[in-house]
């Protein structure tokens, strides 16, 4: 059985993950312990609310460390809605103590430019072919529920030996198009609720976590 | 590409049992919430939203209880309200498994609560529910001046509604709860007057509810500018379900799950 560490920053609703994990067969535990988050085979990264408050948590618990180090020995992490926004370089997000993203991927997180903000809902997302993570459910709606997503994609296109390992990027629409997840290696992540998306979300985790 | 109406049951929450009769079939117990939870989410609710109306705060650890087990047998997204007086009730609340939480009369009081808990948790958590009815004219006559109410539509609270929703929304609200008091209970269809003049001042997304009784009333509250449709009796009682409902707004050419 797969071990899941779900990393306990002080972010919101996580008692979803956890028991959503569970559900499709994974060994799920809740802490913000360093050994235990890089012995994990996942790590699955949550995150509600403001980016720079998530970033200020997670730089707190050693995050940036953690997700580090996993990645450096190919060890899968999954980021989820603020929890992949931090995975870029940055936010526009107003803030009174403003923090650097992650910087793993290029990009930085701007406004939707809709009617309504934030967009919240089920949406539908533009999965490219081959994705792992959406095997089974790429033509599903999944929830959304944020203001802010990063709007271009702008990681060169990797060639030659790397050409094999470019990074999948789906998309869906609100105002404009914005990246709904990304899955590069052994770091994915999604815009949308997994956890809160059903049966399509379920699906979508239980291909995570088989992958482990 | 558009994202979905979502069709929203809410279930009124007593003490730990749903009151406000439920007939469903192949229920055990049709007053347990989290069986009821668990059967909206098989017919295809796009989300829940529970109204806790428990009088007595001692009966409050019970509420927390129900959302602890929805949200571990329930995979949509919980709104939970009702009695929400404090940024630390909201954050019981998050904590015990909801992911959005309701405030209506403790915001009416004191709105900086709704920056307090946007600041906190984020906008997406905060729903501002406003019951809000029609002003009467001399004779008696319902006109186009709405007004917010508070302990269930039987006291104005003195503010105009659409005022009081943009302002909620300048404040950090990340939706609103529309509940027309005067369409509540008649199942002659939503206040579709109501739902367009609050679309027109607030840009954050709208759940027109009061009023839904049958399958037809749903598309015209979307197209009057509703992002979500709230319903109680009308599927408690199994006169719709939510796969009929999403019918006919999918006839209506409107996007659903």
Not at chain 1, 156 to 176: D, L, M, N, S, Y
Not at chain 2, 5 to 25: E, Q, W, Y
Not at chain 2, 50 to 76: H, K, P
């Amino acid at each position: 059985m797969s071990r899941v560490v779900v990393f306990d920053y002080g972010s919101g609703n996580v008692r979803s993950a956890v028991r959503a994990l569970e559900h499709v067969g994974a060994e799920v535990e809740l802490t913000a312990d360093r050994a235990a988050a890089l012995a994990a085979d996942g790590l699955f990264v949550p995150g509600v609310g403001n980016f720079h408050a998530c970033m200020a948590g997670l730089r707190a618990a050693e995050g940036p460390v953690v997700i580090d180090l996993r990645l450096s020995g190919g060890r899968p992490v999954l980021g989820v809605c603020v929890g992949m926004q931090v995975l870029f370089d940055g936010s526009d997000e107003p803030s009174a103590a403003p923090q650097e993203g992650l910087g793993e991927w290029p990009g930085a997180v701007s406004r939707l430019q809709a009617d309504v903000v934030p967009h919240m809902g089920w949406s539908e997302v533009d999965v490219p072919a081959g994705s792992h993570l959406f095997a089974g459910v790429e033509s599903e709606r999944f929830y959304f529920v944020h203001s802010y997503a990063v709007q271009s994609w702008t990681l060169e296109e990797p060639t030659g030996a790397f050409a094999a390992v470019a990074p999948k990027v789906t998309w869906a629409q609100h105002g404009g198009r914005f990246v709904a997840a990304v899955e590069n290696g052994p770091l994915a992540a999604t815009q949308f609720h997994p956890e809160k998306s059903g049966d399509a979300g379920l699906a979508l985790l239980e291909n995570w976590v088989k992958s482990l | 590409m558009n994202v979905a109406t979502r069709v929203i049951p809410c279930l009124d929450v007593d003490g730990g049992r749903v009151v406000k009769g439920v007939n469903f079939a192949d229920l055990r117990d049709a007053g347990d919430p989290v069986q009821l939870a668990r059967a909206y989410g098989e017919q295809g609710a796009d989300e829940l939203t529970f109204l806790d109306v428990t009088a007595s705060s001692g009966n409050r650890e019970t509420t927390y209880d129900i959302v602890r087990r929805t949200a571990e047998q329930v995979f949509i997204p919980l709104t939970v309200g009702g009695g929400v007086r404090t940024v630390d009730d909201v954050d019981r609340l998050l904590r015990a498994g909801a992911d959005k939480v309701g405030i209506n009369t403790a915001a009416i009081a004191r709105p900086e609560l709704i920056s307090e808990v946007a600041d906190r948790f984020g906008s997406q958590v905060l729903v501002l529910s406003a019951d809000v009815h029609r002003r009467r004219d001399a004779s008696g006559a319902p006109t186009s001046e709405f007004e917010v109410t508070t302990h269930g539509g039987r006291q104005g609270a003195g503010l105009d509604a659409i005022e009081w929703c943009a302002r909620a929304a300048d404040l950090g609200a990340g939706e609103i709860l529309l509940n027309s008091m005067d369409a509540d209970g008649t199942k002659d269809g939503f206040d579709l007057e109501l739902i367009e003049l609050v679309r027109r001042e607030v840009r954050i997304p709208l759940i027109a509810s009061g009023g839904a009784g049958r399958v037809d009333h749903f598309a015209p509250a979307v197209r009057a500018g509703a992002d979500a449709v709230l319903a109680a009796s009308v599927f408690h009682f199994g006169e719709l379900t939510i796969g009929e409902v999403k019918d006919a707004l999918r006839e209506g050419g409107i996007p659903v799950r």
